[in-house]
């Protein structure tokens, strides 16, 4: 299956989860997307989950994500992609060990795909 294939899926599943379903951008973080561009947040994403997600050993797992603050923060926690046990949960990506470049670029385009999708949804 392509990547767009499991994307597309993945966020099928994600919007049948009450949970995931309950978030969407305010009206500050669709400025902000709207002011910065996709690629100036692209480049956010690749760079907040290389910080936050990563890494092989995270000490405040669970809790590196804010819900507020950043459009990508929204959609992380939108695509179970906030934490490592999310990430293990939804994706299957194992905890204790540092994603490969690969990985980092799927979770970026989820992110991505979640908010051009947030975005169409409120014109």
């Not at 060990?97 to 409120?122: G, P, Q, R």
């Amino acid at each position: 299956m392509n990547n767009d294939k499991f994307i597309e899926q993945k966020l099928k599943a994600l919007s049948k989860s009450k949970f995931r379903s309950s978030f969407h951008l305010n009206d500050k973080d669709l400025n902000t997307l709207k002011t910065k561009g996709f690629a100036t947040i692209q480049k956010h994403a690749h760079e907040l989950i290389i910080k936050r997600l990563a890494p092989e050993i995270i000490i405040n797992d669970g809790k590196q994500t804010p819900y507020k603050g950043h459009p990508v923060f929204i959609s992380q926690h939108a695509t179970a992609t906030c934490c490592r046990k999310c990430l293990e949960k939804w994706y299957g990506i194992q905890q204790g060990k540092a994603l490969c470049e690969n990985e980092i670029k799927l979770i970026v385009k989820i992110n991505i795909s979640w908010l051009e999708k947030e975005l169409l949804n409120t014109k």
